[in-house]
């Protein structure tokens, strides 16, 4: 398979999302602003504010930046709400069909909203894959052309402390704030949140364009990345009885786009022949969730994180 032509879907609708972490929020006596991002792609937020018109989401998205033969992530939050599609447009175009100078014009574009925040997201993350030297190149290039339009450096509460450090190192030397973010994708909440007097995001965003942030590190950043990843893991495979889309299992959720251009989910790829591998590794994971091995494994890879 060409895992290009695939993509996978969260088991949380946008409105669950939003709940588990304004919760989290909630839980220190405090009220919740969040704003919730996909890559390229603005619904989330739209189909909240549909929901209810009268409250107050940002509309934002986590932008595809291609530059010197990698790619970077940029949060792109709060876009005024009737231009947000045409602005996603232009982005998804850009994105499409990259040119490095481009990057610019778009970003200081951007820059020019009012109320918009715009953070370079995990910048020491080689996603593509292009090692270390190479990457660390083209981060230093983008924020060479690119750091007076842009308002702050991703501390990604999903992502390993060394990676952050490396980030709050790289926001020290281009002078730019560190925000809070993450790649939460199933039931755990965001590992950081700033905290604020602002009371919507966009005084939030003046807060931090200005160049303040304060980041409050909750409890399970502290605990063993490896032990996180895979408790991530076992909420992707768990069954859930109430997914807004009926997908139920994990395997209703991954799609691929076929050589003839027809999407299906991996059930539908499948049919009755799932692959033995993925059996076992399914057996293999039920396994290490029983409450003897997790037992174990606490007591086994019970690193913690000294922040």
């Excluded at 969260?10 to 929020?25: D, G, N």
């Excluded at 969040?34 to 209810?52: G, Y």
């Excluded at 602005?87 to 069909?97: D, H, K, N």
């Excluded at 027809?262 to 029983?290: H, I, N, Q, Y």
Aim: with cysteine; glycine share 6%; proline share 7%.
């Amino acid at each position: 398979m060409d895992l290009r032509r695939g993509w996978w879907t969260p088991p949380l609708a946008p409105l669950h999302a939003q709940t588990v972490e304004e919760r989290q929020i909630e839980s220190l006596d405090m009220e919740p602003i969040v704003s919730l991002t996909d890559h390229d792609d603005l619904e989330a937020p739209m189909s909240l504010q549909a929901i209810d018109p009268g409250r107050e989401i940002p509309i934002s998205t986590e932008w595809t930046v291609p530059f010197g033969g990698t790619f970077f992530h940029v949060g792109v939050h709060n876009l005024p709400g009737r231009t947000a599609r045409a602005v996603m447009r232009e982005l998804a175009a850009f994105t499409a069909r990259p040119a490095d100078h481009l990057a610019h014009d778009l970003l200081a574009w951007l820059d020019g909203m009012p109320g918009t925040l715009l953070v370079f997201n995990h910048p020491m993350w080689d996603e593509k894959g292009v090692g270390p030297a190479r990457h660390h190149d083209a981060v230093e290039r983008f924020l060479c052309r690119n750091h007076m339009v842009l308002h702050a450096i991703e501390m990604n509460g999903l992502r390993p402390w060394e990676e952050n450090e490396r980030s709050i190192e790289l926001a020290k030397t281009w002078r730019l704030p560190v925000v809070s973010g993450g790649d939460r994708h199933v039931l755990e909440p965001n590992a950081n949140i700033n905290l604020t007097n602002a009371v919507i995001f966009g005084e939030f965003a003046d807060e931090i364009r200005s160049g303040h942030s304060e980041i409050l590190v909750m409890p399970q950043y502290r605990q063993a990345y490896t032990t996180r990843i895979f408790h991530n893991m076992l909420d992707v495979l768990r069954p859930y009885e109430a997914h807004a889309m009926g997908w139920r299992d994990w395997e209703d959720r991954p799609f691929y786009r076929g050589a003839d251009e027809v999407v299906r989910s991996l059930r539908e790829c499948w049919g009755d022949a799932k692959p033995v591998a993925v059996r076992w590794f399914e057996r293999g994971m039920r396994t290490l969730s029983t409450p003897v091995v997790q037992t174990a494994l606490r007591f086994t890879g019970a690193e913690r994180v000294s922040i």
